[in-house]
């Protein structure tokens, strides 16, 4: 973000941010109200934390499967299963997906602002990708 004024420079990221807490916040209420699905998010769930402990992409959840990559190829989730040595649960999937997800507004900003020649263009295009409502559910 060079040459960016330093206020469009601090809305961005207080945007990216107040993104980044509130779906955080709502994706792990979700969760704990038990509104997300055991097949999807319990069977990367296990096989990340399985990961964490040395059976790469092991899981049980799935009759006659034992691996993930029987399924897919994620090399991703290697790194991923380290981020359970802070926190172990879905949660931490969840609140990595919202991050990563926010994170997609840079290159928005980077596009409008680069095609439209205005900081405004960006911060308007990356807060109308953050606000997309399909996005947020």
């Not at 990961?51 to 290697?78: M, W």
């Not at 609140?95 to 997609?104: D, E, F, P, R, Y």
């Amino acid at each position: 973000m060079d040459r960016v004024s330093p206020v469009v420079r601090g809305l961005f990221w207080g945007m990216v941010l107040l993104y980044i807490g509130l779906f955080s916040l709502l994706t792990t209420l979700k969760h704990e109200a038990f509104e997300t699905t055991a097949f999807d998010l319990g069977n990367f769930d296990q096989a990340v934390w399985n990961t964490s402990q040395g059976r790469i992409l092991r899981l049980t959840n799935i009759e006659g499967i034992d691996t993930r990559l029987a399924h897919h190829v994620e090399p991703i989730l290697l790194p991923v299963s380290l981020l359970y040595i802070l926190y172990s649960g879905p949660q931490t999937l969840l609140i990595l997906q919202t991050v990563v997800i926010a994170l997609g507004a840079f290159p928005v900003f980077w596009l409008a602002r680069e095609r439209l020649k205005s900081d405004l263009a960006g911060l308007s295009f990356s807060a109308a990708f953050l606000l997309f409502p399909a996005l947020e559910a």
